[in-house]
């Protein structure tokens, strides 16, 4: 077996276990940066995390805190491909030698080069999974104007489709590469740091399972810590509407975002984030290594 191949079985099975650990804590935090900000002498629909959860279970089941979940799920396969392979053909170049393990330095250029591939794809996964996510907050909006919620992510790409083309799936695209090129960077960077210091020096071939799950956990609180900023400006940018869209670009959405909020408008959602970020990457860097090293 190629290592193509097995980097993209293990990366599958990685993203797999990301997503049936984290998808819940994503929604919510989309849920939070998606919000309308309430008028004046108003309350914001969720009063925070805990009260998001509630409202999401109380009206759509423990479901609801898996909906947007078939978006990235059907397409696991080919984001870990990409992400994995690129990472390890990356690695191959970048080795002195045959076998020889990078250094640090060389694992946030791997993890760099990697966030770029992957960014073409996460976008319209994550425009698609924000749509669906979100679509409770637009309800009201929605029902007011008389039109119809899409019912799955099939749907959602026709509605896009229909509004602006083939090419409004891809809107986000750059503070979508803005998150995964940066946050990538770091996290296989700490990653790789975290292993040699438990592991005592460049050679981690014999870590436990559960040193492999605190470095997993420490480099995916290092993504969320660098890019959680420009995640909320990719969700808003990817939720807004295509007709009447109340930003007209990054920078504008950060403008609106701070006028409206503060600089805390740009951390809605955050706990969320950093509360799935250590369990869901630790499950994903376990899952790849594991199955990595099954197949040889």
């Excluded at 990301?18 to 002498?41: C, E, M, R, W, Y």
């Excluded at 990472?87 to 993890?111: C, D, F, I, W």
């Excluded at 008389?146 to 992510?153: M, S, T």
């Excluded at 040193?211 to 969320?224: D, E, K, N, V």
Aim: aromatic share 6%; with cysteine.
């Amino acid at each position: 077996m190629g290592d193509v191949v097995k980097d993209l079985t293990a990366g599958t099975v990685g993203g797999a276990a990301n997503l049936v650990v984290g998808h819940p804590f994503d929604t919510i935090k989309v849920k939070l940066q998606s919000q309308p900000t309430p008028a004046p002498g108003q309350l914001p629909k969720y009063a925070g995390a805990i009260d998001a959860v509630k409202q999401t279970i109380a009206a759509e089941g423990l479901r609801g805190l898996y909906k947007g979940m078939g978006a990235p799920l059907a397409t696991v396969a080919a984001f870990n491909a990409l992400l994995f392979s690129v990472r390890g053909q990356m690695e191959a170049l970048l080795r002195s030698e045959p076998g020889a393990p990078l250094t640090v330095k060389q694992q946030v250029v791997a993890g760099g080069g990697a966030g770029i591939a992957v960014s073409f794809l996460a976008c319209p996964t994550e425009l698609i999974k924000c749509r669906l996510q979100a679509q409770s907050s637009l309800a009201e909006a929605a029902a007011a104007s008389g039109v119809a919620l899409p019912k799955g992510p099939i749907d959602v790409a026709k509605h896009v489709v229909r509004d602006a083309g083939t090419r409004g799936l891809f809107k986000g695209l750059v503070p979508t590469m803005g998150r995964e090129v940066p946050g990538n960077a770091l996290m296989f960077g700490v990653y790789e740091a975290a292993k040699q210091y438990l592991a005592g020096g460049p050679d981690t071939s014999n870590l436990s399972i559960g040193s492999q799950i605190l470095a997993g956990g420490l480099a995916g609180a290092t993504f969320w810590l660098s890019v959680y900023p420009t995640d909320v400006v990719k969700s808003v940018i990817q939720v807004d509407d295509y007709k009447n869209p109340r930003y007209s670009g990054s920078l504008d959405a950060v403008r609106k975002i701070v006028g409206a909020d503060g600089v805390k408008g740009l951390y809605k959602g955050f706990g969320p984030a950093m509360a799935r970020s250590v369990p869901a990457n630790a499950a994903t860097f376990v899952a790849y290594e594991i199955t990595r090293s099954a197949l040889g």
